[in-house]
């Protein structure tokens, strides 16, 4: 067990009056007057800002001397300008560390070894809406060391009449990648960043998302303590277990001189999603394995959960004296979701969608077979027998025990759970009849001697009661991600989750904090930082697909569209709020529309999607899968799907989402959104997929990358109590109004 004064925690700073210094006093020993050298390799990680509040920020720094393994001193320096002629005096109010005396223009705090020589300072007692520079300060027997500068705002005061301009962005992929779409924002006018999660990937090759390139590569020292991984082609690569591992892959990120550049110059509030701990994670679970393995694994999630705190600057709900504590019962190590408002017109409330959500509705492992739906259970939710449906019989009465020894025998050649997906005691054990006679017919084909089993004919299959299996829902194979979290049948998804009702994904805690913050927001817009996609994502190859994959399909139920029943709530929530606004990451697309409760479509709120800042485009992760589902691969044209993606989410012939404004599924970049008292404006910047191959990260390359951006502006205005909310988009400087009842053309 750790001592209570040695878990991490950001030391306590408050400001006081500006001193315009004279001269480097012995007694002052740092002030900006002072003769430094700015040296990077003390601080290789450079610097950061974030959660700015109107009286405070979190500064942050991380300090490096070599071999050197003990404590490493370090003094904090605030000025009002970047010439440091301007310094702000400091208080040190916290209790573990010692201070100097009251009144002083720097502060002393220390790196830790034991935290990765981490440094986190709440400054307190600072002016609303007040630009600040700051820098750290190191010193050794050769001289006195300064970290880079760093500039940051704080947030304008509650009762402050004025204009918010803020980036939002999420899923930076190192490996393969430039951040090219950061070098580009760095250079544009926002007051702060809000980052929507995956700001680091947990592995170091997968070949699914991360294309090979020497000069651009992560590597894990500790490969003892990492999860080795195989992909399909038998590709070896590593995901992150350890601290150890983590916190490299925080240096590794931190290392981009276009990341260290926006963390330089804006306050960062950030959120995690699935990759700073695992790929499509629940909780402390993860899932590559696909159900062939346990992968809960609570240490190594809050090995996860500590780098982050370690390197991210952050000022937790908790109040000023929470400390990481991993020996604390998980998920309750710590909690990051909080609200921050900016002014009279944005309230920012920040959710963490993967501590405490529930497993994906289909499990990887579902064996395909499995009834979920009886027939009773059918009828009470839809009122008839779909046509999806399947007859079904139990395996386990006499006159079906000859498929039950069937199924079992061939269990081991397949590799599926001889069970069934049943429990031990659970039952009837029902099994489609369809399933049963496709099982049977490949049986038949391997035996080489003896009378071949009798398929159910139709006939019998008249005398059965009919349900939903898992294999109507698109589960083909036995352990795999399709008709799971990917590609899965939309009308049998539905009818599923009415069946099992509420799926967490917020956690009963925070959903009731989320909802009571909404409800008591008086900002102009209620702004919400979701992680994952609120637009629903389902495309329709009814007429473009062989049976049986001519169906409906969610593109992926990781995120909201596999949590119906929360995402109605949600949605319902913000919307009698009004004036509410989602701004999302995840897909690796850009989006724009009005997502809408299922059973009230003018329940609805605005979205605005980002794409990646360095990943694989939709289009890209769509191909691959295409490519490597077990039916579709084999289907003419096929990659179709993929190519013509942006046409089938947004269709205004079928209407498959009539909510859906805008996509655009092959590009990388950032939105900036502004916000006034009447509208709330977002500017998508999209840059090419190719346009990542190398850095353009110099004042040279600043005129290549900007000719590289296309644009695309949508905004919503503030509507009156009770009015839904609408969605306009630029059209060559004029703003026209998006109908989602338009009709349009077959695309």
Known sequence: MMRRRDFLRATLVTAGSVVVPTACSEEEGLPGACDVLEDDSFFPQSVASGDPKPDSVVLWTRVVDGDRKTDLAVALVV???????????????????????????????????????????????????????????????????????????????????????????????????????????????????????????????????????????????????????????????????????????????????????????????????????????????????????????????????????????????????????????????????????????????????????????IPEDAFPGKIVMDQTSVIAVLGEIPSYASHYADIDVDEHRIYRDALEEIAPTFGFDPSFGYRQGEGPRIISATFINEIVTKLNEQREEGEPLPLIDNTAMGFMDSGISYAALGKTDYFSAFGSRYLVVKDAFDAVSQFVGDVQVLGEAQKAWFKDTINESESTWTVWGSSCCLSQLAIDVTMSAPPPLNRRYYLRCDGWDGFRAQRNEVITALAERGNAVAITGDLHAFLAGTPAADTAPTTRVVEFAGAAVAGPTLRATLEKQVASHPLLKDVPDAGNIAAGIEEYLVDRVLKTNPQLAFCKADGNGFCIAEANADEFVVTLHMLPESALATPLYEEADAAALEEQITIERFKTVKTAPGEPSELFRDEGGTWQKWNPDAEGQDP
């Open 79 to 361: 000025a009002l300008d970047e010439a440091f002629t301007q310094l702000v005096e400091l208080k040190l109010t916290s209790s573990n560390v010692a201070a100097t005396g009251s009144g002083s223009t720097r502060v002393p705090v220390t790196a830790r070894a034991e935290f990765d020589y981490c440094v986190k300072v709440k400054v307190s007692g600072l002016s609303p809406g007040t630009t600040y520079y700051y820098r750290f300060y190191y010193t050794t027997g050769e001289g006195c060391f300064s970290s880079r500068v760093g500039r940051t705002k704080t947030a304008p005061a509650p009762d402050a009449d004025v204009p918010v301009r803020f980036a939002f962005v999420s899923c930076q992929d190192y490996a393969g990648r430039y951040f090219n779409a950061l070098a580009a924002l760095a250079n544009q006018p926002i007051d702060f960043v809000v980052h929507l999660g995956d700001y680091i990937h947990e592995t170091t090759g997968d070949p699914s998302s991360q294309p090979p390139a020497p000069e651009r590569k992560v590597a894990l020292s500790d490969v003892n303590g990492a999860i080795a991984l195989t992909s399909a082609d038998d590709v070896a690569y590593h995901a992150a277990r350890s601290l150890n591992n983590y916190r490299e892959l925080y240096r590794t990120y931190r290392s981009d001189r276009a990341l260290r550049r926006v963390h330089e110059r804006f306050p960062v509030i950030a959120i995690w999603n699935d990759h700073e701990f695992s790929d499509d994670c629940h909780g402390a679970t993860a899932t590559y394995f696909n159900g062939r393995e346990q992968e809960k694994d609570e240490h190594r999630r809050k090995a996860a959960n500590q780098a982050w705190f370690e390197y991210m600057p952050v000022d937790y709900r908790a109040g000023d004296d929470f400390r990481y504590d991993r020996s604390a019962e998980y998920p309750e190590d710590i909690s990051i979701h909080r609200d921050f408002t900016f002014g009279k017109h944005v309230h920012l409330v920040m959710t963490d969608l993967r501590s405490y959500r529930a497993d994906h509705l």
